[in-house]
């Protein structure tokens, strides 16, 4: 295990340099002045200039830059915005309120998803599973923002069942109609790979012996059937976790959920691009490090995963 | 024709230690039907895809959007863009729209030759609908193709030759596919605040969004190397590089073609997406749903056909690329098939 670990940290850590250095590069490697590029339109003051090329340091060759400015990230500096807000802070209070919302969403996908895919499953090719098939084959096919707006009209104003916008401090009870518009964006992919895994391990020979054997299905189907199945599902999440970041920043900014997304759609809107920036670092970090999470979890799930394939 | 017409009837004085293959059961088994069709996988999936309701129903709606996209003018005579009024001004206005003089044109519901009604700056609903397809279009198609080229150039090189090729190509899609492809898209076009047209956005999704091609191709690749065939072209003395591109390629692209009908579907996704976020295509130039959606938001409790009609164009669309993805893949893996 120790070694399964230590080779994916080793595989990770180009990932994690690459990526962070390819964002950077994208805003500071284009010709022409950065800082003035970020600006736009509007003239910064002289002071904001200062502040901004101190904070580059735009006097420096560029790979210098980039290692003094991770090195910032690392020591937990992530700049100002235009407003001279400090970006930490911003993320300090935004963050937990984003991870409410992505914990709760999560859990929706995995109950929902995880539920309808092993019914689908065991009753393959029957009406239920040709209607879950289909109802996945829409949500798939409706952008984000769609979704949040039908489900903000609907629910929110035509049936009046939730709030349409979140309240002040953000209570549970208004995070959960986002949260389940997030969910319903990976809820397909849930519950197609569920469907997949439970039609596959229900085939195996281990589950006919525990037929077999004489075990009611009450037993077989949560003990041999969906603990072997889940495993395909957790390491779904990791992948969806990008979907995941990019429904957030939209359907945060659609409910007003006052995250880390909405934050990042705000400074999108004001073209802040410091604060977009900074925001596009941490979450590709976050990304880099729940892939490594769950990769090390797959490995402790699943006890074949550690040994390399010669 | 089967074996039992050879004409060859044994020479009398040969030897026969082979039972005669007519009139025994077992020839039934051993006959080969040369009568039936040739056929290859392309053959195979297409008559498994010509008897699927999914193909055919996404086909007719994607053929419906290419035409709207390529004849807009074939569905309204209204403008998208000039044209839009807050409120009725004068004379021949109101006769035209048959309200009177003063009426609030903005976020107004249903008139006579505008069925879906307007939007806030006073734009018919319909006829922006109409003119955003050949957006949402053009960047679909540019991105597919962009992912298409990159993704197989760097899949085939990776698989075919292995090695410090594939190493490198693949540890730089690994760090390429660590980004998620939105987020950017975001950052490069918070970069392009002034020129931003239908390249530049495309060329932003597509420059992130190639790795999963890559990897899907290069994984068939590395399948394919391996046959018979492959080993054939390099015996008869074919260079490496025309191995690849006459055998190995046609005989790996089939799930290349699927990701990229379904990566189409992405790609206009994303390019809503963006556009909703405020760093797409320019408002005022380009016909964008997700434009569109976005300036909608504000009278969603007053006026939500505005938002709900381009809503469902660009989801019905989004459906469309989909539905056709899974088809074609059903048809060409008979492996998902099977499961199914």
């Excluded at chain 1, 904001?48 to 400015?69: E, G, I």
Aim: glycine content about 8%; hydrophobic content about 50%; charged content about 15%.
């Amino acid at each position: 295990m120790t070694a399964y670990i230590l080779r994916r940290l080793l595989q990770a850590l180009p990932v994690f340099i690459g990526s962070t250095f390819l964002i950077y590069a994208m805003v500071f490697a284009i010709p022409g002045d950065p800082i003035l590029r970020m600006f736009g339109d509007r003239t910064p003051t002289d002071a904001t200039l200062a502040a901004l090329q101190a904070k580059y340091h735009l006097d420096q060759p560029f790979l210098v830059r980039y290692l003094l400015y991770m090195g910032d990230v690392f020591r937990g500096d992530l700049g100002t915005t235009f407003q001279g807000q400090s970006v930490n802070e911003i993320l300090m209070r935004t963050f937990p309120n984003t991870l409410r919302l992505a914990i709760l969403a999560v859990a929706i996908d995995l109950v929902v998803g995880v539920t309808v895919g092993l019914v689908a499953g065991l009753r393959k090719g029957k009406i239920f599973d040709n209607v879950t098939l289909l109802i996945g084959l829409v949500l798939i096919s409706m952008p984000v923002f769609v979704l949040a707006f039908v489900a903000q009209w609907f629910f929110g104003i035509q049936l009046g069942i939730f709030r349409a916008t979140v309240g002040p401090g953000a209570p549970w009870g208004d995070l959960i109609l986002p949260a389940i518009v997030l969910a319903a964006l990976n809820f397909a992919f849930t519950m197609r790979l569920t469907r997949a895994s439970v039609i596959e391990t229900n085939a195996q020979d281990f589950v006919r012996m525990a037929y077999g054997k004489g075990l009611r299905s009450e037993r077989v189907v949560p003990v041999h059937i969906l603990r072997n199945s889940l495993i395909p599902v957790t390491t779904n999440i990791a992948a969806n976790f990008g979907i995941l970041i990019v429904g957030a920043t939209v359907t945060e900014g659609i409910f007003n959920v006052p995250g880390v997304g909405n934050e990042l759609f705000k400074a999108i809107n004001r073209h802040d691009s410091p604060e977009v920036v900074s925001i596009v670092t941490v979450l590709v970090i976050i990304y880099v490090l729940v892939n490594l999470g769950i990769d090390l979890l797959y490995g402790v799930l699943d006890p074949r995963i550690r040994y390399v394939k010669k | 024709m089967s074996r039992s017409d050879a004409p060859a009837a044994p020479a009398p004085a040969a030897e026969r230690f082979v039972a005669d293959f007519t009139g025994d059961e077992l020839g039934a088994v051993d006959e080969v039907r040369v009568s039936e069709k040739r056929s290859n996988l392309w053959l195979d999936a297409w008559r498994d895809l010509r008897g699927r309701w999914m193909f055919w129903a996404s086909a007719a709606m994607i053929l419906f959007i290419v035409f709207v996209a390529l004849f807009p003018t074939a569905f309204t005579q209204v403008p998208p863009n000039d044209g839009c009024i807050l409120s009725v001004q004068n004379q021949t206005q109101a006769d035209e729209l048959g309200v009177p003089i003063g009426t609030k044109i903005s976020d107004h519901g249903p008139l006579p030759g505008h069925p879906l009604g307007f939007t806030k700056q006073g734009c018919d609903v319909f006829s922006r609908i109409v003119h955003g397809t050949s957006t949402s279009l053009s960047v679909g198609i540019i991105v597919s193709i962009m992912v298409a080229v990159i993704g197989i150039v760097i899949g085939a090189f990776a698989g075919f030759f292995g090695g410090w090729l594939d190493s490198v190509l693949m540890r730089f899609g690994d760090i390429v596919f660590a980004i998620p492809y939105v987020l950017a898209a975001v950052v490069v076009m918070s970069m392009f605040l002034h020129d931003r047209n239908i390249w530049v956005i495309s060329l932003a999704i597509g420059a992130f969004s190639w790795p999963s091609t890559a990897r899907i191709l290069r994984s068939e690749v590395l399948r394919v190397k391996n046959s018979d065939f492959v080993m054939a072209s390099t015996a008869l003395g074919l260079s490496r590089v025309r191995t690849m591109l006459a055998h190995v390629l046609p005989n790996s692209i089939a799930p290349v073609i699927v990701v990229t009908t379904i990566g189409l579907a992405g790609a206009i996704t994303a390019e809503a997406t963006l556009s909703f976020l405020g760093v797409g295509l320019p408002n005022n130039i380009f016909m964008s749903w997700g434009n569109d959606i976005s300036a909608a938001q504000t009278s969603l409790r007053t006026n939500p056909a505005a938002l709900i009609y381009p809503s469902i164009a660009l989801s019905l669309t989004v459906l469309a690329f989909i539905v056709m993805g899974e088809a074609v893949r059903d048809a060409l893996d008979p492996r998902a098939r099977a499961s199914r």
